[in-house]
């Protein structure tokens, strides 16, 4: 199980990077879970996430206290709202489909603004 673990942790990993690039796909999610799986299966790995310069802060500040930063909730729902716009004007002319993504964001949105901001 452990292997499986470390595997599923590393895939996350590569998704997490895979996401830099692409603005429609998230990477502190996928390093959150990545975390989460490194922690069951490789306490080394876990502590190479969290000691990273640019993902151990807001992995730990999720951890301690459920938060996300100002920046990030601005980056996301910004991101969000530029995605939307592009499946609007040039995504697929089912209105049903333009609603329900709209409708899942928008849920996606409200979850990651009512989130606290990290205390100092």
């Given at each position: 199980?452990?292997?499986?673990?470390?595997?599923?942790?590393?895939?996350?990993?590569?998704?997490?990077?895979?996401?830099?690039?692409?603005?429609?796909?998230?990477?502190?999610?996928?390093?959150?879970?990545?975390?989460?799986?490194?922690?069951?299966?490789?306490?080394?790995?876990?502590?190479?996430l969290l000691?990273?310069?640019?993902?151990?802060?807001?992995?730990?500040?999720?951890?301690?206290?459920?938060?996300?930063?100002?920046?990030?909730?601005?980056?996301?729902?910004?991101?969000?709202?530029?995605?939307?716009?592009?499946?609007?004007?040039?995504?697929?002319?089912?209105?049903?489909?333009?609603?329900?993504?709209?409708?899942?964001?928008?849920?996606?949105?409200?979850?990651?603004?009512s989130r606290?901001?990290?205390?100092?």
């Amino acid at each position: 199980m452990r292997i499986i673990l470390l595997g599923a942790g590393w895939i996350m990993v590569a998704v997490g990077i895979v996401g830099i690039f692409l603005p429609v796909l998230p990477t502190t999610p996928f390093m959150i879970l990545a975390a989460a799986l490194f922690a069951r299966s490789s306490p080394r790995f876990e502590q190479w996430l969290l000691d990273h310069p640019r993902y151990g802060k807001p992995l730990l500040d999720w951890r301690r206290q459920g938060a996300i930063s100002r920046p990030a909730k601005i980056a996301s729902v910004s991101l969000m709202t530029v995605s939307y716009g592009i499946v609007l004007f040039v995504g697929p002319p089912m209105v049903w489909l333009k609603l329900m993504i709209g409708v899942i964001l928008l849920a996606c949105a409200a979850f990651v603004l009512s989130r606290p901001q990290p205390s100092a």
